[in-house]
């Protein structure tokens, strides 16, 4: 366990090594920060933390920078989450408080959000469609060969598909088809629409199977749409110093690209939990240069989408972590 001390030096180095990204020395500390420790004690504090592994010393430099052990230390025990001005404060309402049609959007503007204000790469997913609550299911007729099916879900989502027919189909069937899917499937999860169902619709309608088949195709295709992802600000990590190193720069770059290394990102925690993963802490080999903040958003107790950042272990986890928490609670405060 660090003392008092060593917990205070420990994090004027981090803080310092955040904003400079140059490896801190004792003299930085004791000017900078107008401390009452003399420059000796704080070399020696500098030695014991890299001996106990929260700081490493670059080869070519007198001053050390935090090690993955030292930034745990510092999120778990040392961070301040208030880091959020007045001004922060009054734009993300302003963000959020546009007029949407919908849980999507509302992701895709707090991903962009996020990342205006943090200035690191942000990235979200929706949760899948299938586990969605149906509200609504309805039918509208355009031609006498064409359907448009509606769905809409408990979280606000909308999927809108267009269904052929190889024969013609009367605004009489379309209202007791809307009047079955609805009085049947209204509460229930969107996996619910299987083959169960469709057997259940043919033996109570005895319609034709050339109009239930594609019916139940279509509705299927929606539900198991694949989850979106969404990227903002992937351009702001390349500004970092971090990222003169080309290697760095192109694995950050494949991580973008690989959609199962951004799903196993974000499918992680639980709603409104915010997780911090450092370096090593991530279980894919090219996380390991890379720090990733996440948190699970949700619409009373079921969770609608994941919304993460992703960038060096040099991260200002202060100002992330208190804006995520900000953004966490306005969601949540705007769909009780």
Known sequence: MLDERKRKILKEIID????SAEPVSSAVIVEKYETDISSATVRNDMAELEKAGYLEKP???AGRIPSSKGYRFYVDELLQD????????????????????????????ATTTLSE????TTVSVSSKASKQIIEEIKFVLLGSRMLMGIIMTDTGLVRETIIKFEEDITQEQVDTLNYFFNNRLKGEPLDKIDTSFEEYILREL???VNIIKPIIEQIKKLVEEEEKIYLEGANKSFELPEF????????????????????DILDSGFADDIKVY???????????DFSIVTFKHSVGEKDVGTIGIIGP????????????KYISKKLNDDFK
Not at 16 to 19: C, K, L, N, P, V
Not at 313 to 324: A, D, G, Q
């Open 313 to 324: 272990k040099r991260m200002n986890y202060s100002k992330v972590i208190s804006v995520m």
């Open 82 to 109: 208030d880091d959020i001005s007045l001004e922060e404060i009054k734009y993300i309402q302003e963000k959020l408080e546009t007029k949407m049609t919908g849980i999507e959007e509302l992701t895709k503007i």
């Open 206 to 208: 005895k319609y034709s």
């Open 59 to 61: 080869h070519t430099s």
């Open 244 to 263: 003169k190193s080309l290697e760095l720069a192109k694995n950050f770059v494949n991580i973008l690209d690989t959609k199962e290394v951004m799903l």
């Open 278 to 288: 450092i370096g090593d802490e991530n279980d894919s080999e090219e996380l390991k």
């Open 117 to 120: 204000i943090t200035h690191y």
């Open 16 to 19: 310092e090594y955040i904003e």
